[in-house]
């Protein structure tokens, strides 16, 4: 599979029944831009408003995934995402218009087979896999649920699934790689044992069951007036099972397609992490609640790396880039205003400085004196004073520039910051420059923790001397 972001070349719908409300309801798959994900969109509402596929969001996990989003709702969207994982399409608007997605046969092929009626195509950026550096574990004792994920080169799925049941004993199912999804895996759907189901319909709840959109086990004999019962239930003239086994013996797809499904299930849950997979995932006897768990787990996990990943990676006592002489023939401000010791790198698109906090430091006589904290809008002016390194340093005679900040946007503090810290700066350039206007997003370290962080944009302006004037010329 090409490693381009993909999503289809037209739109395309699916009809069928809400599984709870047993309301029809029609679903638009719809082409999305690149680094767009999974959306949902409640075309029936006003505003059409737009719940990502984002595990942040999950509000219920009873009988499906549901997703909620300033007050909106979507049901039932694993087998919907686990479609479009399973073809390795990146991005996609999911239009529907009712609460829930329609249930069709229980499994993931009706999407399936839309969405390859809707032509998948290629686009121009790169997918950004989610890897693991270091196992990750979930267990939940209470329900027995255990999930491991492991570094892999592919999304793999491993599955166990025991339920107590001589019917359906304990089965295992693999996918070795998200490529053998549509044939091995897709067409799997969803099964609940009758006494399950009994107690469902007991509450009124899914309506929009059917003999016809899932497997229900049947672990006793059942006695005619349940049979009569079953039969106006569903609707069905006939209504049987031969001993113990599947209600009106329904053909399995596959030996072990409950464990398929589960495994299903869990492609379609950890599509909630907003990006593609490359990790092996072990999982007994898994369900949408633990799906869920591990994918919150996954997230945090994601979110380190991404700090990791512009965390600068800086020896302390290596010989700086610029030592405090050097940035003051760049900078104009001195002491006790000059917040950074050393730029220890500096490149067309970043830049690393340094500032060791001490007990020594002015703003301590009078900020928290009983309990030394350095000021927020100092560490942000240490920052903007590092950025004003990197914006200078794209002129060719930096001396006779300064930098004016005009704007800072986002401004985040995370930690206390106190004598004895190191702080680090990094500062990126996010777009070019134009107009003298220089556009920068950055982060203060201490340690491999961001204590801070901030967008910022400044303006390069030379200056010359002129009788002891400043003359500004933009």
Not at 5 to 11: A, D, E, L
Not at 71 to 94: F, K, Q, S
Not at 238 to 245: A, I, L, Y
Not at 420 to 429: E, H, W
């Amino acid at each position: 599979m090409s490693d381009k972001q993909r999503t289809i070349k037209q739109k395309v719908s699916v009809s069928g029944v809400g599984l709870h409300t047993g309301k029809p309801v029609t679903l638009t798959f719809n082409p999305a831009p690149e680094n767009h994900w999974y959306k949902f969109q409640r075309v029936d509402l006003d505003g059409q408003p737009i719940i990502e596929a984002n595990v942040d969001f999950v509000v219920d996990t009873s009988r499906g995934t549901t997703l909620e989003k300033e007050g909106v709702r979507v049901h039932t969207t694993e087998h919907v995402l686990a479609a479009l994982v399973g073809l390795g399409i990146d991005n996609c608007l999911i239009q529907v218009n009712g609460p829930e997605m329609p249930i069709m046969d229980g499994s993931s092929w009706k999407f399936i087979e839309a969405l390859e009626a809707a032509e998948i195509v290629e686009q121009d950026a790169d997918r950004d896999y989610f890897e693991l550096t270091e196992n990750l574990t979930y267990e939940d004792p209470i329900k027995k649920v255990e999930m491991l994920a492991v570094a892999q080169e592919t999304f793999r799925v491993t599955v166990m699934v025991d339920y107590n049941s001589d019917i359906l004993g304990t089965q295992h199912a693999g996918m070795y790689d998200i490529s053998q999804f549509k044939e091995e895996i897709s067409r799997c759907r969803t099964f609940v044992f009758l006494h399950e189901l009994e107690a469902l319909l007991a509450h009124n709840l899914i309506k929009g069951g059917a003999l016809d959109n899932a497997i229900v086990l049947v672990d006793k004999e059942l006695p005619k007036e349940k049979i009569d019962h079953l039969k106006k239930v569903f609707k069905q003239e006939t209504v049987e099972v031969k001993g113990r086994g599947v209600l009106n013996n329904t053909k399995l797809h596959f030996y072990n397609e409950p464990a398929r499904h589960k495994l299903l299930d869990i492609v379609g849950d950890l599509a909630l992490v907003g990006k593609p997979l490359k990790i092996h995932v072990l999982a007994a006897r898994p369900g949408h609640a633990g799906n869920v768990a591990f994918a919150k787990k996954i997230k945090e996990v994601m979110k380190r790396q991404k700090i990791e990943r512009f965390f600068p990676k800086v020896e302390l006592t290596a010989a700086p880039l610029y030592d405090v002489k050097e940035i003051q023939k760049i900078l104009p401000h001195r002491y006790p205003f000059l917040m950074i010791d050393k730029i220890m790198e500096l490149t067309p698109e970043y830049v690393v400085g340094i500032k060791n906090v001490t007990n020594t430091e002015f703003w301590f006589q009078g900020h928290f004196p009983d309990e030394p904290v350095m000021p927020g809008v100092l560490i942000v002016e240490a920052l903007a004073q590092t950025g004003g390194i990197l914006c200078l340093k794209t002129v060719p005679d930096p001396e006779n520039y300064q930098t004016y900040f005009v704007r800072i946007d986002s401004a985040k503090f995370k930690q206390k910051v106190v004598p004895g810290d190191t702080l680090v700066f990094r500062m990126d350039i996010v777009e070019p420059i134009r107009r003298g206007m220089c556009h920068m997003k950055g982060a203060a370290y201490v340690g491999n923790k961001v204590v801070c962080e901030a967008d910022m944009t400044a303006q390069i302006v030379k200056v010359r001397n002129i009788d002891k004037k400043v003359e500004s010329e933009i």
